[in-house]
């Protein structure tokens, strides 16, 4: 089995462009979740899927922040209207059991300029 | 209040000799886990080990092992004999909520530490 993948790896897209980030996960993990991590710093949670549940989307940062996930597959995160403080390294991770350790993505570089 | 606090931003090593990588969190959840991984300068999160709340036994992976003392809820990060490739951010993670019967299980994360090994 492949690991969690995510597309596309770098992007570099202009202030005020929408973009959108893709994550397939490992296959039958039902927890998909997102996170941020700016330059040298730790990841910052911002939504989490877990099966039919309705996903926790407490670390939004924003509403230009939003994701979406079908059913136990693909997910993608959209960030309207980029902001220079939205660049970052987006990860996304999946896991099956709640004692399971997160598999994490390489993660996209986003880059706003 | 932080969840998961990790104290050290920076550490250096020896080659070979054994470091210890300070955790602690806050929780009043009986049921919880704690995870720590690698993060090499490649970017990559690696999973390293991993200690449930009632967990009777320190956690052991090879050259890692959890320092796991609940009552003063610390899980710090043991790695013995360190070698230069264990020069990396690491992260403490903590997982809450395990016994409630919900279904939220996100992990919280805390700053990391920066490991150096010296040659």
């Known amino acids: 089995g492949a690991g969690v993948s995510q597309s596309p790896s770098n992007k570099v897209t202009e202030k005020g462009k929408d973009v959108e980030l893709r994550c397939d996960p490992i296959s039958g993990h039902t927890a998909l979740y997102w996170y941020r991590q700016r330059l040298g710093q730790g990841l910052e949670f911002l939504i989490y899927f877990q099966g039919n549940s309705a996903p926790d989307k407490s670390g939004l940062p924003s509403d230009r922040f939003s994701a979406e996930r079908t059913g136990e597959s693909v997910s993608t995160l959209t960030i309207q209207r980029t902001q220079q403080e939205d660049s970052a390294v987006y990860l996304c991770?999946?896991?099956?059991?709640?004692?399971?350790?997160?598999?994490f993505g390489n993660g996209t570089r986003l880059t706003v300029t | 209040a932080q969840k998961i606090t990790q104290t050290q931003p920076g550490m250096f090593v020896q080659e070979k000799e054994a470091v210890t990588l300070d955790c602690t969190y806050d929780?009043?959840?009986?049921?919880?886990?704690l995870f720590w991984y690698k993060q090499p300068s490649s970017g990559e999160m690696i999973f390293l080990i991993y200690q449930g709340s009632y967990d009777q036994q320190n956690a052991t992976e090879g050259r890692y092992s959890l320092n796991f003392q609940k009552a003063r809820k610390s899980a710090n990060l043991v790695i013995s004999a360190s070698q230069l490739g264990d020069s990396a951010m690491y992260f403490c993670a903590m997982r809450e909520g395990l016994g409630s019967g919900g279904s939220n299980y996100k992990l919280t994360f805390g700053k990391g530490t920066l490991l150096t090994v010296n040659p």
């Open positions: 991770a999946s896991s099956s059991l709640y004692n399971s350790p997160l598999h």
């Open positions: 929780t009043s959840d009986p049921s919880y886990g």
